[in-house]
């Protein structure tokens, strides 16, 4: 039986989030299938992932060079070495790098190893920081990666030009699952009445933790200046304090919501006007191609990976940095066409819909098996 091991640097926010998928193709094709993960359940107990034979609690760190990385890589080898695994596809930037150094010893005698970066940590106005610690260690990491697979045209073009892996492709993320938006089983008046939202007043949803690099602050500044629109926050995170003393100062918090965490993002989507995106780093976001799926006509800012997405017909872009940016597109968006904004999304985001992404990844898959 064939050996497939999945790695990332968390179960519950990766894993879990995104592999279900794969994990389950594996399973259908008869392969024996394995997870190499830290699990970041607040109740370890809670940690069963589906379509799983097998799975390794490694302790990875987010940050490269933390101490509890080289003991991660001491146990992924050992892991490695012992399952004589056909096919390792690692994610995230600390889970595939150790991955990846672990597996280069396998390589040699016929593992394949494939990397899927989410969005590299360094990009088109990253902090110096981030190019000194990430871009050397996926440079070396490269030279032992067989297919790079990028999910923006931003990394897909720099990794072309500066990285090594021995087949580097461009697919569209990770594939949503496009039949859980846009079913009409909601009455957008409901969500109105139940968030005190008046119905002739623009609605502005926008979903993302509540952490500096969803730029939710900037935001809320440019709607404090515009009284016929209301903005709701769903999300969870660090800045809930410091966001709703924004709120309080600016004396509208009758008008901008911190929604907390929501099971109920896509009947949201569905119910607002507009969705906003005001991130200043992003890989492929999610969050937005699910908005687009709902139909929904979009603001987001001009970064990698939003401008995949959205082009003038879809939606309007700004500068994340500057507030008075974000409230032009605000007062823009308030005269377009939002309905046939929206119908241009559905139609856009097909191609980044899971089943797209599946047939593209099946074959990926397939030439690395014939390839071994």
Same mark, same amino acid.
């Given at each position: 039986?064939?050996k497939v091991?999945?790695v990332a ?10 592999h !279900?998928?794969?994990?389950k193709?594996?399973?259908? %094709? ?8 830290k ?8 940690c ?22 080289v003991h991660s890589? %001491? ?9 004589n ?9 600390v ?10 010893h ?5 593992t ?15 902090p ?5 610690v ?14 790079l ?6 990394d897909?073009?720099?990794a072309?030009?500066?990285?090594h892996?021995?087949n ?12 859980k938006?846009?079913?009409?089983k909601?009455?957008?008046q409901?969500?109105r009445n139940e968030?005190?939202?008046?119905e002739?007043? !623009?609605?502005?949803l926008?979903?993302?933790?509540l952490?500096?690099r ?6 809320i500044?440019?709607v404090?200046?515009?009284p016929?629109?209301?903005?709701t926050i ?9 966001l709703?003393?924004l709120?309080?100062?600016l ?6 919501? %911190?929604?907390?965490?929501r099971s ?7 119910a607002?006007d507009v969705f906003a ?13 699910e908005a ?8 987001c800012s ?5 401008i995949?997405l959205?082009?003038p017909e879809g ?11 974000i409230k ?6 308030l ?7 929206g119908?241009h ?8 819909g899971l089943d ?11 030439q690395t098996e014939v390839?071994?």
């Amino acid at each position: 039986m064939k050996k497939v091991l999945f790695v990332a640097t968390v179960v519950k926010t990766h894993i879990m989030e995104f592999h !279900l998928p794969y994990l389950k193709l594996f399973k259908d %094709l008869g392969w024996e299938t394995f997870v190499a993960a830290k699990n970041d359940y607040e109740n370890h107990n809670d940690c069963k992932i589906p379509f799983c034979d097998h799975y390794y609690d490694i302790p990875f760190d987010r940050f490269p060079l933390k101490t509890a990385n080289v003991h991660s890589y %001491l146990l992924l080898k050992k892991i490695i070495r012992k399952n004589n695994f056909d096919l390792i596809h690692c994610h995230t930037p600390v889970g595939a790098m150790v991955a990846r150094l672990a597996a280069n010893h396998s390589r040699k005698h016929g593992t394949r190893v494939i990397y899927t970066a989410h969005g590299f940590h360094f990009y088109q106005g990253a902090p110096l920081i981030n190019w000194l610690v990430y871009f050397p260690a996926e440079w070396i990491c490269s030279f032992m990666t067989d297919t790079l697979i990028t999910i923006n045209k931003e990394d897909f073009a720099f990794a072309q030009r500066h990285m090594h892996a021995r087949n580097i492709i461009y697919v569209p993320g990770v594939g949503i699952d496009l039949s859980k938006f846009c079913i009409h089983k909601i009455n957008p008046q409901t969500k109105r009445n139940e968030l005190e939202i008046p119905e002739n007043k !623009l609605w502005i949803l926008t979903v993302g933790e509540l952490i500096p690099r969803k730029n939710h602050e900037r935001l809320i500044k440019a709607v404090a200046d515009i009284p016929n629109c209301y903005l709701t926050i769903a999300g969870r995170g660090k800045l809930k304090d410091e966001l709703t003393t924004l709120i309080n100062d600016l004396n509208v918090g009758g008008r901008v919501k %911190l929604l907390g965490y929501r099971s109920d993002v896509a009947e949201l989507c569905e119910a607002s006007d507009v969705f906003a995106f005001p991130s200043i780093q992003e890989g492929l976001p999610v969050a937005l191609m699910e908005a687009m799926a709902c139909g929904k006509a979009i603001i987001c800012s001009r970064i990698r990976g939003n401008i995949d997405l959205i082009d003038p017909e879809g939606g309007i872009l700004f500068n994340p940095y500057d507030s008075n940016d974000i409230k032009r597109a605000l007062l823009e968006i308030l005269h377009c066409n939002r309905f046939q904004m929206g119908q241009h999304n559905i139609q856009i985001v097909q191609a980044f819909g899971l089943d797209s992404v599946m047939q593209q990844m099946t074959h990926i898959y397939h030439q690395t098996e014939v390839a071994k």
